[in-house]
């Protein structure tokens, strides 16, 4: 007896946690939150509550149920009512029909108070917000390459299609804001700053402020947009170039990613038809001689890892539109991107620019003249398609442009169908006064040409070695 009697009183007791207590307390107070007057919940789920009871009154009356006796005033009068003059079913259907509605209202006006307090700016219905972001989930995985003003088009209309979109970006700009941050030490952030507006899903009045360049306000802030100065500050913060660039896609919503080419320091250069070296991209745009062949400094660099991962992972890779020379070429003379695109798998597309660019591309009136200064810089096999733009602008449209210098790309099809590439010619064209590449048209054509690859067995694309033969 003695030693049961001390066995039970060296029993442990159970004694509740404080841990378990304290989870307990913080998860009540969290969920009497639902409580507080003013949120705009309560009343549409006491509406809903309510119609879930109608509903089950409604199907016990239209089933006659043997047990079922409801203990409510009005809901016992309307049963007793019912079993006397009128058929069970018809009026248990209308009470269900009632039930139904009000549930109906009740959820959707709760699923509405507080979408419209997560994002007040978003009048779109919540059904049609979650549809599109799935659909877009599933679009094609793009990488897309370039900069300037040229990537960002192709951009606008990609977004439309897909999120699983990739722009690479050249860090070789050297001009205005780009430039004067540069000298202290930052990377170039221009480009960059274009492509996440461009893929940004924040109001107009976001992307206004993030393009807006000061002026008037002293020589420290005169000429520097409010992105690059946003996306510099964001670097000294983090103390990295990528993460700031991924710091600030989140505050611009965007869809998919934009990738900085290399984080290393990079020169663009070209070496001139009249044997004169240029240095930097403001001169090579601006070149005084025809572009013989463009390089970097340092030669040897080293690619962004997750730049490769994405060109590797790509679906279709879009290359350009843009200037040649200063914003397309820059990525590919990169060594690992150069490689990581000529050995994909994915479809691999040339947009080729409308008009030529003065200077940087003077004499480049075909669209093989585009493809051949492509093909000698990063060699055969670079790409699989070229969309080529065949409608000719206004006259009045010309005129303008062939006083800057610039003239009209002509899609010569033999030519470029020579080089191993097929060409696709259609009417891009949006503005005949600026003649711009129209981005919707651009994706829905980019689209459909990975759809139609999809279906077509290797042997029916060009064969490079067959082409280049009778080329011969």
């Keep these: 007896?003695?030693?049961?009697?001390?066995?039970?009183?060296?029993?442990?007791?159970?004694?509740?946690?404080?841990?378990?207590?304290?989870?307990?307390?913080?998860?009540?107070?969290?969920?009497?939150?639902?409580?507080?007057?003013?949120?705009?919940?309560?009343?549409?789920?006491?509406?809903?509550?309510?119609g879930v009871v109608v509903l089950g009154l409604g199907a016990g009356?239209?089933?006659?149920?043997?047990?079922?006796?409801?203990?409510?005033?009005?809901?016992?009068?309307?049963?007793?009512?019912?079993?006397?003059y009128v058929s069970p079913l018809f009026t248990g259907s209308i009470i269900v029909a009632v039930g139904a509605l009000l549930v109906v209202v009740g959820f959707r006006g709760a699923v509405r108070s507080i979408t419209t307090a997560l994002s007040p700016s978003n009048s779109r219905p919540?059904?049609?917000?979650?549809?599109?972001?799935?659909?877009?989930?599933?679009?094609?995985?793009?990488?897309?390459?370039?900069?300037?003003?040229?990537?960002?088009?192709?951009?606008?209309?990609?977004?439309?299609?897909?999120?699983?979109?990739?722009?690479?970006v050249t860090v070789a700009d050297d001009g205005g804001s780009s430039g004067r941050l540069r000298q202290l030490g930052f990377p170039p952030p221009g480009d960059i700053r274009n492509c996440l507006v461009a893929l940004s899903e924040v109001e107009q009045r976001m992307q206004e402020l993030f393009q807006y360049r000061f002026n008037g306000m002293g020589e420290g802030l005169d000429g520097h947009s409010f992105g690059n100065l946003l996306i510099a500050a964001m670097t000294d913060i983090t103390g990295d170039f990528d993460r700031a660039v991924k710091e600030t896609s989140k505050v611009l919503a965007?869809?998919?990613?934009?990738?900085?080419?290399?984080?290393?320091n990079?020169?663009?250069?070209?070496?001139?038809?009249?044997d004169a070296v240029v240095r930097g991209q403001v001169q090579v745009n601006s070149a005084p001689s025809p572009i013989r062949r463009a390089f970097l400094e340092p030669t040897h660099l080293r690619a962004l890892p997750e730049a490769i991962e994405a060109i590797r992972e790509a679906e279709v890779l879009v290359?350009?539109?843009?200037?040649?020379?200063?914003?397309?070429?820059?990525?590919?003379?990169?060594?690992?991107?150069?490689?990581?695109?000529?050995?994909?798998?994915?479809?691999?597309?040339?947009?080729?620019?409308?008009?030529?660019?003065?200077?940087?591309?003077?004499?480049?009136?075909?669209?093989?003249?585009?493809?051949?200064a492509l093909v000698q810089h990063v060699g055969h096999g670079i790409v699989d398609y070229a969309i080529v733009n065949h409608r000719r602008p206004s006259e009045a449209a010309l005129a303008k442009y062939r006083e800057e210098g610039a003239e009209f790309v002509k899609?010569?099809?033999?030519?470029?169908?020579?080089?191993?590439?097929?060409?696709?010619?259609?009417?891009?064209i949006v503005d005949d006064d600026l003649v711009r590449h129209d981005s919707q048209k651009l994706a829905e054509i980019i689209c459909?040409?990975?759809?139609?690859?999809?279906?077509?067995?290797?042997?029916?694309?060009?064969?490079?070695e067959e082409q280049t033969q009778a080329h011969a």
């Design 1 to 50: 007896m003695n030693s049961r009697s001390n066995s039970s009183e060296e029993r442990p007791q159970t004694v509740a946690s404080p841990l378990s207590l304290s989870w307990a307390v913080r998860a009540f107070r969290r969920s009497s939150k639902w409580l507080t007057p003013g949120l705009k919940v309560k009343r549409w789920l006491l509406l809903f509550g309510a």
């Design 61 to 84: 009356v239209a089933f006659d149920v043997p047990d079922f006796d409801p203990h409510f005033y009005i809901a016992d009068l309307v049963y007793q009512f019912t079993r006397r």
């Design 126 to 168: 919540l059904i049609d917000v979650i549809y599109r972001k799935r659909q877009l989930e599933q679009g094609p995985r793009v990488v897309a390459l370039g900069g300037g003003t040229g990537l960002p088009s192709v951009l606008r209309g990609l977004k439309e299609y897909t999120s699983n979109v990739t722009a690479i």
């Design 254 to 264: 965007i869809r998919g990613q934009v990738l900085p080419a290399t984080l290393e």
């Design 266 to 274: 990079v020169i663009l250069c070209a070496e001139l038809e009249n």
């Design 319 to 372: 290359i350009g539109p843009g200037s040649l020379f200063s914003s397309i070429l820059p990525n590919l003379l990169v060594g690992e991107i150069r490689e990581a695109v000529r050995f994909s798998t994915a479809t691999r597309i040339f947009v080729c620019n409308v008009m030529t660019q003065p200077k940087e591309t003077l004499g480049y009136v075909n669209a093989s003249d585009h493809l051949e």
């Design 411 to 428: 899609p010569d099809r033999d030519r470029v169908s020579k080089l191993g590439i097929w060409p696709i010619l259609e009417n891009l």
């Design 448 to 464: 459909r040409i990975h759809e139609g690859s999809r279906h077509l067995p290797k042997r029916c694309l060009p064969r490079l």
